[in-house]
């Protein structure tokens, strides 16, 4: 069965520092995909940044960027320059080719000004 | 109205009622979805539609019916529940079951 494990429940930054969320996840599958997703508070989710498994190149989405360790099954989110509108909770997502996304828990961004 | 619509945004309900959740989706997709999210947990896949066909009931309470008309509405309606259904329901659409999810801003239910 797939999971998804997002460790820090919260964490903060400082406003124009860099952070980096945490994500972990279990597949059997060999063709998988990985999503960024953020939620601010009270507005819909949106996609943050997307990784095919068979690519080993990592995504970047401006200041957005993962480092995905495929024999590690890890898959963090950095984000660069964190701005105040960058608050919100961050979900990792897993989808096996199945229509099956696997959501973790979420990390709560906190930045601070 | 662009991407994805839900209606209403908020509903209180008491256990004995029935109401409905609508969402719309304006992005020509073929894959709708509906989550339940509750705080510190996961979200919750309920029900699945492509080309307006079901193809997952995540053993889902049947005092949860979905309904998928045409491939841009899809429906919740919501009979007899529970105070532990209070939640925020969010449903989302893809361009087909691989690519990644166009969510709405949900509609937060209490149940009574």
């Known amino acids: 069965a797939q999971t998804v494990t997002q460790s820090q429940p919260e964490m903060s930054v400082q406003e124009a520092e860099t952070v980096t969320l945490s994500c972990t996840y279990d597949t059997s599958e060999s063709d998988y995909y990985l999503f960024w997703y953020k939620q601010p508070p009270s507005r819909q989710m949106i996609l943050v940044i997307r990784q095919e498994a068979y690519k080993q190149q990592n995504a970047t989405e401006n200041r957005f960027s993962v480092n995905f360790q495929k024999a590690a099954k890890s898959f963090s989110l950095k984000i660069s320059d964190s701005q105040l509108g960058d608050a919100a909770m961050y979900f990792c997502?897993?989808?096996?080719?199945?229509?099956?996304?696997?959501f973790g828990t979420g990390t709560r961004l906190k930045v601070l000004a | 109205e662009t991407g994805v619509t839900q209606t209403p945004r908020h509903l209180v309900m008491g256990m004995t009622n029935k109401k409905s959740l609508k969402c719309e989706q304006h992005l020509g997709h073929n894959a709708m979805y509906w989550y339940k999210q509750s705080a510190k947990k996961p979200l919750e896949l309920m029900f699945v539609y492509s080309l307006e066909e079901r193809v997952e009931n995540n053993s889902v309470p049947s005092r949860f019916s979905p309904e998928c008309p045409n491939s841009s509405h899809l429906f919740l309606h919501l009979h007899t529940l529970q105070p532990e259904d209070s939640a925020l329901y969010l449903c989302?659409?893809?361009?087909?079951?691989?690519?990644?999810?166009?969510f709405g801003p949900g509609t937060r239910l209490t149940v009574l």
């Open positions: 989302a659409s893809s361009q087909d079951l691989y690519n990644e999810q166009f």
């Open positions: 997502a897993c989808n096996s080719g199945t229509y099956k996304y696997i």
